[in-house]
Structures are given as structure tokens and as C-alpha cells.
């Protein structure tokens, strides 16, 4: 269902999207920094957003769009957070807004507003309004790109990906563009994820997708615990495909939630493997737990652990350190019956260290990407987790003088 | 309180202590690897262990000596931890506590085994057993410093402090040794802290004294947000001070708390400077909240938070990570009202950085000790953390390959 393909068209891959990304002069770098998505018609809104009490501006503004349940397009910029910047930050979101909708011909309260990069500091709003003015201009059904390219920040790659569901015989289609890397609102990071669908959606029930697909994807990742004030995924549906709206939840609602559900995991994946300095992508399987949310919390318990990162960064099959922090999880676990697993490999059982085939084990250990398996043998929930390393990379990205 | 002279003596500043530490071959380095502590009389116990659903052998033996009310002496080994040992690893602590016993001539249930190191491997107890027989023949009221170095493992040097307190016309004393550096089970590491008094003092008073401090100092200590199989804190008192013994929560009992917290906290301090790969010494005051346990929670997050740590090992005053970090904690807070200070310096106040004198705030940036304060102006509530910075270090001392 994730199409590679497609991918490259990413938010614009659904009937009457278009977008585009620019230079406006924000990152340092100049590189691409402010990215324009729109819907040629009124599309339905759905929205969530960082549970940080230290929300940004843009944050206050894009929440006030999505309980409209109505949005046409969204406005973004990476190079600066406009995050802990007061009365005036609230007031330069709000002219970013504005400067969008009065571009593109809407209303104030059709504009989604989403920024990244680094907090404390004051929009530059020349360079904003000069760069939406750009991106409107340059609005294309071949414009993902560069607008996935326009929101990363320390992300070594743009994420983006496609895919689509038959619904009512009409094929519906959904993309997304998404960023990542550090999970936080330092100077560089912020998760934002934006996806556009042509399906025809009761935005109530938007919602509630978006709200469930996203604790089974976004919230399954951790590269290092922390939460930005700025994360932010929205999700615009303009009804383009034609299907029968989506009004109950019906098998179509199933159906459109799975391929939501879908494209938000492929994504997550893909944000887990380019954290800030990884070396490795990792995938945690806990089974056996009691519930869902067990299962969650020992798998972000393990993924959150430095020194399980560091251990997988040197290539260490070190299951004491994974157990370890299975154990203090939090959630009752019987240390006999737990089993862990490494690419299947079983390196832990009956509450000693397992004999296993060190040659296999070292080819589980130096690959990129690598499975661990936890079963707690204490009832039928699970759920995965998505994580990566912690390298010396890391600290360098993060430990360098930004101000 | 905390004297650095009589702090030498450590665990046997107190009368009728002796210590030992010996080499025994378990440590791969060849350095010091067991150690014991013994009173001269019987003497009240108390304790607190891992809160790690996967504890080691000797954490269960422990727990049942402490069951007892009294002891009177410590065994503990360095270079494995016997954790995640099953069967083999319980009997393996029964054994050590047994020839402990039979060395000392006193009875079993009156000795506590600890041990550290790495995990999943059992112990070698023809060396164990060598070990202490060596250390009880040079048991000696000088034996402090090695005893402590006999415990630690990549802390780069050994913890101990001690201070007195005159209880009804009596000197009492209390002496400390510990371990910290990780603070977790992984291969190397894991918080041991053996404290000796000779303060007469009920058991069960000493218990609730022992837990109420432990609150206030160890457990506010964070290196890396992992939690070992093998911490564990014990404290003998065995009376020789012959002070009227405090069987009630009088003003002694309060004296002897406060003495104890003082000792507590002053090797909560060194632990936390000497975390692994520290370059920093981070102290993080809360004040404002509504309750300890929120301050505690704020300050934690902070501590934990690798962003922060990068951070500060970077040098780098970014307040936005750390306003980020109290943002997500779980506590209510008005970004508003909340104020961060580095070294004294405002960084943030009223919802934006606050203006300040570069040159000033390098050379708080630039110390090896750095107080942040933080204040949620919310209520009465205060709490104190201390932890360490995240370095290139800390990866390669925890990414190196162990197994």
C-alpha cells in the first residue's frame, strides 16, 4: 500500500492538491523554507497536536482552524519555531495566516499555520511574507517535493508517501510529507505531518481516525523522549475522489482508516530510522501484555533507555539492558516468563540468559535495521515501538553551540 | 556536616565498625572486587532496594535480612552482578552470605550480599569465596577507602562522607560509602550505598528515617534515567555511641534524620558529578509547585531529557530545551508565570528569553557546576535534582562491546 512510486507525488497525489516549496532566506542554510499546500476546493480538517504546555504560537492558531472542522490550506516555515515568543509571536502566526489566505484567495480561517526550527526566537517576517507569496505562486501538482523539502530541519532526508483504497468504487487517494529527527523543540526538531486525501469524510470522523491512527503510528515513535513544542499532524480530506461521504462508521470508514492507518506507520518508520544520528532502525515488538497501553510502555521503556541505545549503536547484543528497563517499566512483569528476542533470535528466557549461535547473533547485531522481540506471556495485547540508536552523532548535532 | 577528613574513615568512622577490601580476581582490571563491612556488635538494619521488577539474587537475600530487623555485617563484590542468574544466581547469594557468615562467626540472617557489575553472567565463587576470607582476616577500622573501591565500577573514583550529631550528650556518627556512575544494570553499573552508624536507634524507626531520606537524596538523582536490578541502600546501626536510643520521633529521632539526609545528599551530589562521561555537574532547583512529587517530576524531566544534557555538555544556554522538558513533565504550568534561571541569570520569564549579559552567562555555561533554577510560581512546593551532562564519552563508555 505504500507506494514508492507515488511517494514523489506525496500531499499532491490526491485529486486537486497542489503545492510548493521556497527559499525564503529563514534556514541559514538557504536551503527550501517555507512550503504552501491547497486544496482547489473546501476540504474537511482534522488536527492533533503537542500535549506540551509550552505550546507555540502556531500551534494556538493551526487548533483554532481545526475546530472550525474546515481548512483549505496549510502554511509552513522551518528555520525558526516562532515557539516561547509571547504577544508577538501569537501576532506574527496570525499575520502568516493572513498573508497565506489573502495570497491564495480564502478566508483567514481556512490556513493551517505550522513552523520549526528554533525556539525563542522572532519570525523573521519579511522573509515569511515574501516566501508565501513565492510558494503561491509556484503552487503545482508537482510541488510535494519541495514542500516536504521546505519543512525538515536536521532531518538527513525528506519523508513523504502515497497510497490509496477503493471506496464506493471510487479510488480514493491519501499522501503525506512529514518530518522528524529529534523528537523535540530545541534548536532543530519538531515532528510535522502533513497529509492530503480526496476522500469525501465527515470531518468529526476525520478526526477520530486521525486521533486513533495516530497512537498506533506518530505516538509509537521515540528518538529520545522528549516532545516538541511545536509537533503537529493535520489532515485535510476535499472530496475529490467522489466516493459515497463517509458520514457512520461504516466498512468504508474502516477502510479509509486503515489506509491512513498504513500511510502514518510507513512514515513513522521513516522518521524512526533518520533520528538525529542513527545507525541503526529499530523495531519493538511487545507481546503478552494485559493491554495495549502495557505493551506501549514497555516498549517506549526499552526504546527511551540510553543505555540500550548506545548499546545497539556499538553492536552490543546486550538483552540485560533491555530487561532491565522491561523491569522498571512499571507494568508487572514476571522475569520467568518474559522471553526477548534480537532478529528472532532468542537471547533471553526462563529469567537467564538464553544460549544462541553468536555468528547469527552478530549478523543480527551489524545489519541496519534490527527486530526485538518482547513477549511478556501475561495476555493477548501488543504493539510496536520505532526507535533508533544513539551515536556519538547525536550528542555532536545536539551538544553543538547554536545561539 | 560532610567532612572531607573524617570522610577517609567513611564506614568506619562510627565506633565499632571495621572494613575491608581485597582483590579477587573477579574484576577483569585486577582492582579491588570485594568488599566487607562488619560491627562489632549486633546492630539495628534497615533498607531500600531496586524498585526493578527484575531484581538480582542478592537484592532477594538482602530483603529478607533486612526482614529481620538486624545484622551485622555487609559482603558485597564488584565485576558481576549476578542478575538475570535464575536458580544458580539465588543459591550463588545464599553461598556468599553463608561463608561470609561462617568467616565472621555470626549467623546468616546477619549478613546483606550486594553485588554489581555485569549482568547474565554467575558468579565465579571459588573467587568470591577466596575473596572473603582474604577480606575478613584484614577487616580493620582503616579499611573504609578499600572496602570503597572494592564496590565501584566506572565510577571513575570512590564515594564515602560522614558526619555527627551529639544525641543526648552523645557524639553520634555516621559514615557512608557508595557506587553510582550509571545508574543502571547494564553491564556496568548500578547504585550501591552502605551507611554505618553508631547511633542507638529502633530498627523500624530507622527503616521509616532510611525511606523518608532516601526521598530526598538518592532518588533525586538522575544520570541516565535507568534504573538497575542491583540498587540497593542499607544502613547498620548498632548503638555504641550509647546514646539514650531513640525509640520514638523525638527531637533526637529528627537530629539523627537530618544527619542522616546531610550524609545522603552530600554522596547524592558525588554520584551525580561523577556520572558516566560527565563534564558537568548539574544541580536543577524547583520551587513554585503544588506538591513535592510535582517539583520532583519537573525536575526529572529536565534531568532526563538527552537535550538538555547535549546541551549543557555543548556549553550551550538553551533555555528552549529546557522550558521544552518542564512543558511536557505531566504538571500543570503556565508558561506565562514560569521563570528559568542558569547560574542566577534569567533566561526565561513571562513566556520569552529574557535579556541577559552574554559574557556573564559563558561563564556559568562554562563552569563544571551549574545550578538551574526554575520556578513555577504556582505554589509552595520545592525540590532539589541533581544530575550530569550527556557526553561523546557516556556513548563510548556504554556503546563499547562488553560480551
Request: glycine residues 10%; charged residues 20%.
Amino acid at each position: 500500500m505504500f507506494s514508492e512510486e507515488s511517494a514523489k507525488l506525496g500531499v499532491t497525489y490526491p485529486k486537486g492538491f497542489q503545492a510548493a516549496g521556497v527559499k525564503a532566506g529563514i534556514k541559514k542554510s538557504g536551503n527550501l523554507d517555507v512550503a504552501v499546500i491547497y486544496s482547489d476546493r473546501e476540504a474537511a480538517v482534522a488536527g492533533t497536536f503537542t500535549k506540551n504546555a509550552v505550546a507555540a504560537a502556531p500551534v494556538h492558531v493551526s487548533k483554532a482552524v481545526v475546530a472550525t472542522h474546515t481548512a483549505r490550506a496549510i502554511v509552513a516555515n522551518a528555520g525558526c519555531a516562532n515557539a516561547c515568543t509571547g504577544a508577538q509571536g501569537e501576532a506574527d502566526a496570525a499575520a502568516m495566516q493572513k498573508i497565506a489566505a489573502d495570497a491564495l484567495g480564502c478566508g483567514v480561517q481556512d490556513v493551517i499555520v505550522a513552523s520549526t526550527g528554533i525556539i525563542g526566537q522572532l519570525l523573521p517576517m519579511d522573509k515569511v511574507e515574501k516566501g508565501i507569496h513565492a510558494a503561491v505562486k509556484e503552487l503545482s501538482p508537482h510541488g510535494s517535493a519541495d514542500a516536504g523539502n521546505a519543512i525538515i530541519t536536521t532531518d538527513t532526508y525528506s519523508k513523504a508517501g502515497t497510497t490509496s483504497v477503493v471506496l464506493g468504487g471510487k479510488e480514493v487517494r491519501l499522501g503525506i510529507i512529514a518530518k522528524g529527527s529529534g523528537m523535540i523543540c530545541p534548536d532543530m526538531a519538531t515532528v510535522l505531518c502533513f497529509i492530503t486525501t480526496d476522500a469525501d469524510i465527515d470531518a468529526i470522523l476525520l478526526q477520530e481516525a486521525l486521533s486513533e491512527v495516530m497512537e498506533y503510528s506518530l505516538n509509537m515513535i521515540s528518538i529520545d523522549g522528549d516532545m516538541s513544542t511545536n509537533d503537529m499532524a493535520i489532515v485535510l480530506a476535499n472530496g475529490a475522489a467522489g466516493n459515497p461521504k463517509i458520514t457512520e462508521k461504516n466498512a468504508d470508514y474502516e477502510a479509509f482508516k486503515g489506509a491512513l492507518l498504513a500511510l502514518c506507520q510507513g512514515i513513522s518508520e521513516k522518521i524512526a530510522a533518520d533520528g538525529e544520528g542513527a545507525t541503526k532502525f529499530i523495531t519493538i515488538h511487545v507481546k503478552g501484555a494485559n493491554n495495549f497501553a502495557d505493551a506501549k510502555t514497555v516498549g517506549m521503556s526499552v526504546a527511551n533507555s540510553p543505555l540500550v541505545k548506545t548499546a545497539f549503536f556499538g553492536e552490543d547484543p546486550n538483552w540485560g539492558r533491555v530487561i532491565c528497563a522491561v523491569g522498571y517499566a512499571g507494568v508487572p512483569m514476571d522475569p520467568n516468563r518474559t522471553t526477548v528476542k534480537f532478529g528472532g533470535i532468542p537471547v533471553y528466557a526462563e529469567g537467564v540468559g538464553a544460549a544462541y549461535d553468536a555468528d547469527a547473533l552478530r549478523a543480527v547485531m551489524t545489519a541496519h535495521d534490527i527486530v526485538i522481540d518482547i513477549d511478556l506471556d501475561d495476555g493477548a495485547a501488543e504493539a510496536t515501538v520505532w526507535t533508533c540508536d544513539f551515536s556519538y552523532e547525536y550528542v555532536k548535532i545536539n551538544g553543538e553551540y547554536h545561539t
